[in-house]
T-cell receptor, first 112, second 114 residues
């Protein structure tokens, strides 16, 4: 059945290492988004992509990179340049002509 | 800078109570306002409001938008313990060159005690 999957659910990394978070959707949605959520806070937009091979920075893009080579996939790389990478990362997608976004289950990243 | 403010930030009630959650916004190129429910992990979509004064309803939940005063409320009647969650408000604005994007509020943590 259709949906958005993120993997892994939990991820542990040492400081200084890059890490890539996976996001896949089979909803045939054009637009995909990456958010970060810190405890007690709302979601902040990292990057988004309206179409394959194109993406834009959100409000907190520094220290992150993305690619959009396929419609179904929008992986996020958390680089060593990201000062406080420990957070809950959520991927979302939205349908053509629609504004509502549908979220994956999230990846909790812990960097020590 | 776009701003979405939710209040209260947290709320504790007893089962059966009615609650009202508030969301005010200051956003350029406003298009719509969305409500989400988040229980531990992924937010789930509740409502999208685009027109002023038209109530959206789903079971015990309802929501309305006031575009003149720039706010929305989410009402939950006869609350149940399963309503315990963080309720997120988000506003859609249209960017001229690159589609729509959401700006989220901090959320209201609702706890319903038996």
């Amino acid at each position: 059945d259709g949906g958005i999957t993120q993997s892994p659910k939990y991820l542990f990394r040492k400081e200084g290492q890059n890490v890539t978070l996976s996001c896949e959707q089979n909803l045939n949605h054009d637009a995909m988004y990456w958010y970060r959520q810190d405890p007690g806070q709302g979601l902040r937009l990292i990057y988004y992509s309206q179409i394959v091979n194109d993406f834009q920075k959100g409000d907190i893009a520094e220290g992150y990179s993305v690619s959009r080579e396929k419609k179904e996939s929008f992986p996020l790389t958390v680089t060593s340049a990201q000062k406080n990478p420990t957070a809950f990362y959520l991927c979302a997608s939205s349908p053509p002509q629609g504004y509502e976004q549908y979220f994956g289950p999230g990846t909790r990243l812990t960097v020590t | 800078e776009d701003k979405v403010v939710q209040s209260p930030l947290s709320l504790v009630v007893h089962e059966g109570d009615t609650v009202t959650l508030n969301c005010s916004y200051e956003v350029t190129n406003f298009r719509s306002l969305l409500w989400y429910k988040q229980e531990k992990k992924a937010p789930t979509f509740l409502f999208m409001l685009t027109s002023s004064g038209i109530e959206k309803k789903s079971g015990r939940l309802s929501s309305i938008l006031d575009k003149k005063e720039l706010f929305s409320i989410l009402n939950i009647t006869a609350t149940q313990t399963g309503d315990s969650a963080v309720y997120l408000c988000a506003v859609v604005r249209l960017k001229e060159t690159s589609g729509s994007r959401l700006t989220f509020g901090e959320g209201t943590q609702l706890t319903v005690n038996p």
